[in-house]
């Protein structure tokens, strides 16, 4: 079993063979940490070969498993693990007596699923903000990732919670923080934006379990704010992409709702507003006509500014 090995530098004041005064404060630094005592001396404690398991919980969790645990500050995600591959389900917890906290990363509504998107994948979901708009941390954790990454994400941040599981936040316009960072849920680790390939400003919102991706609506319930539920039950069928359609969710909810949600959700679809393309339109031609930008016409449908129109189309303009 692997542990956490600590190397102690004490402060040179401390005489050979004096006790240590009475602890007054810690101070976390990445995976390292300073304790400050009473009597203004601290001892530094260095986290050697910190292999990402972030508790014993995580480490029971995957006991047993071929699961391979890895920390890496340079790589977003690995294929090390096949999570189809699994043979027996895997309980968590979202949240514990320990590290108790959540937090929506941003209040605004999904503009695009998690679920096929063209002729590729799209991992995670986006959520609609505008360029400077802080972007809070989902759950306790320490940062593993927190740099412009040039693969597509733009300025990404990725958070290795004590659950097991890793948040990214990609797209974002400033980072507020460094890796091997401790951070608690609530707390924002950036400003959303419009970098990397993303065409219109928003989050793009990622839960993964060794670097293999969950649909965060299966988690999270983003129209009340909530987790749905503190235990998590990761199977191989979370992982079958092929069966998975985030957008179908919403009809399934929709069995649940009063009839004055429901009337509620039909009164703001009415004041969305669409666009039937015809000939000699163009995406400028239309952010004019309806006072917006092409930029956000992009993002309400999940496009490129290059994207060529199709007459008889429908893009949503509002």
């Given at each position: 079993?692997?542990r956490?090995?600590?190397?102690?530098?004490?402060?040179?004041?401390?005489?050979?063979?004096?006790s240590?005064?009475?602890?007054?404060?810690?101070?976390f630094?990445?995976?390292?940490?300073?304790?400050?005592?009473?009597?203004k001396?601290?001892?530094?404690?260095?986290?050697?070969n910190?292999?990402?398991?972030?508790?014993?919980?995580?480490r029971?969790?995957?006991?047993?498993?071929?699961?391979?645990?890895?920390w890496?500050?340079?790589?977003?995600?690995?294929?090390?693990?096949?999570?189809?591959?699994?043979?027996?389900?895997?309980?968590?917890?979202s949240?514990?007596?320990?590290h108790?906290?959540?937090?929506?990363?941003c209040?605004?509504?999904?503009?695009?699923?998690?679920?096929?998107?063209?002729?590729?994948?799209?991992?995670?979901?986006?959520?609609?903000?505008?360029?400077?708009?802080?972007?809070?941390?989902?759950?306790?954790?320490i940062?593993?990732?927190?740099?412009?990454?040039?693969?597509?994400?733009?300025?990404?941040?990725?958070?290795?919670?004590?659950?097991g599981?890793?948040?990214?936040?990609?797209?974002?316009?400033?980072?507020?923080?460094?890796?091997?960072?401790?951070?608690n849920?609530?707390?924002a680790?950036?400003?959303?934006?419009n970098?990397?390939?993303s065409?219109?400003?928003?989050?793009?919102?990622?839960i993964?379990?060794f670097?293999?991706?969950?649909?965060?609506?299966h988690?999270?319930?983003?129209?009340?704010?909530e987790?749905?539920?503190?235990?998590?039950?990761i199977?191989?069928k979370?992982?079958?992409?092929?069966?998975?359609?985030?957008?179908?969710?919403?009809?399934?909810?929709?069995?649940?709702?009063?009839?004055?949600?429901?009337?509620?959700?039909?009164k703001q679809s009415?004041?969305?507003?669409?666009?039937?393309?015809?000939?000699?339109?163009?995406l400028?031609?239309?952010?004019?006509?309806?006072?917006?930008?092409?930029n956000?016409?992009?993002?309400?449908?999940?496009?490129?500014d290059?994207k060529i129109?199709?007459?008889?189309?429908?893009?949503?303009?509002?």
């Amino acid at each position: 079993m692997s542990r956490l090995i600590f190397a102690f530098v004490v402060f040179p004041f401390l005489c050979v063979g004096q006790s240590l005064p009475k602890s007054a404060d810690t101070v976390f630094l990445g995976a390292d940490t300073i304790v400050l005592f009473e009597d203004k001396t601290w001892e530094y404690m260095h986290a050697l070969n910190f292999n990402g398991v972030m508790c014993d919980e995580m480490r029971n969790s995957i006991e047993g498993t071929n699961l391979v645990v890895d920390w890496q500050n340079d790589v977003t995600f690995n294929y090390d693990n096949d999570m189809r591959a699994l043979t027996d389900s895997i309980w968590i917890c979202s949240i514990d007596s320990l590290h108790s906290g959540f937090a929506i990363p941003c209040p605004a509504p999904i503009t695009s699923e998690f679920k096929m998107r063209g002729k590729k994948f799209h991992y995670g979901i986006d959520l609609d903000l505008k360029t400077g708009d802080t972007v809070l941390c989902a759950f306790d954790g320490i940062v593993r990732y927190s740099k412009y990454n040039g693969a597509g994400f733009g300025y990404l941040t990725v958070v290795r919670h004590y659950n097991g599981l890793e948040t990214y936040y990609a797209h974002l316009s400033k980072l507020f923080t460094k890796p091997n960072q401790r951070i608690n849920a609530g707390e924002a680790i950036g400003l959303g934006g419009n970098t990397g390939r993303s065409y219109g400003d928003h989050l793009h919102f990622e839960i993964r379990y060794f670097h293999n991706p969950i649909d965060p609506e299966h988690i999270i319930d983003f129209e009340k704010g909530e987790l749905r539920d503190e235990n998590l039950i990761i199977h191989k069928k979370l992982f079958d992409y092929r069966k998975i359609d985030g957008s179908k969710r919403k009809f399934a909810q929709a069995k649940n709702k009063t009839p004055e949600q429901i009337a509620e959700e039909i009164k703001q679809s009415k004041e969305r507003k669409y666009h039937t393309v015809k000939r000699g339109d163009s995406l400028y031609a239309m952010a004019l006509k309806y006072d917006t930008s092409v930029n956000k016409i992009c993002s309400l449908n999940g496009i490129s500014d290059t994207k060529i129109l199709n007459i008889g189309e429908k893009l949503r303009i509002r």
